[in-house]
């Protein structure tokens, strides 16, 4: 099991940070289509949510992984299913359902992180 959780840590933390540095490194008009979160957000709130993904991502990781802190692994796990849930209320706001499935199974997926984890 041990395995799995870190193959499902690593996935995860890949995802979140390729998507934190695509949000930060792209402008809001060509993110528009397939992330549309930057047309309703100030361009600092959405550099936030980059930072965010990209700072839990590596706090996915990092800490068990250098065995510094290795409570801070768990603890990412539970603020990016936090952050998945306000993703999910945000899509279901605009009746994006497809959205609102996927941030749910992402925010089961980090919650069995964080309960295997700590």
Not at 12 to 33: D, R, T, V, Y
Not at 88 to 111: E, P, Q
Request: aromatic content about 10%; proline content about 6%; hydrophobic content about 60%.
């Amino acid at each position: 099991m041990n395995l799995l959780i870190w193959i499902l840590q690593g996935l995860l933390a890949a995802m979140f940070c390729f998507s934190g540095i695509l949000i930060l490194s792209q402008p809001a008009e060509k993110l528009a289509p397939k992330m549309p979160f930057v047309k309703d957000y100030t361009p600092a709130m959405v550099k936030l949510v980059a930072y965010a993904h990209i700072l839990g991502a590596l706090g996915l990781l990092l800490p068990l992984l250098l065995n510094i802190l290795p409570i801070l692994t768990p603890v990412a796990a539970c603020s990016l299913a936090v952050v998945m849930l306000l993703a999910a209320k945000y899509n279901f706001g605009r009746g994006d359902m497809k959205s609102v499935t996927v941030d749910m199974v992402l925010g089961v997926l980090f919650i069995l992180i964080a309960y295997y984890r700590f």
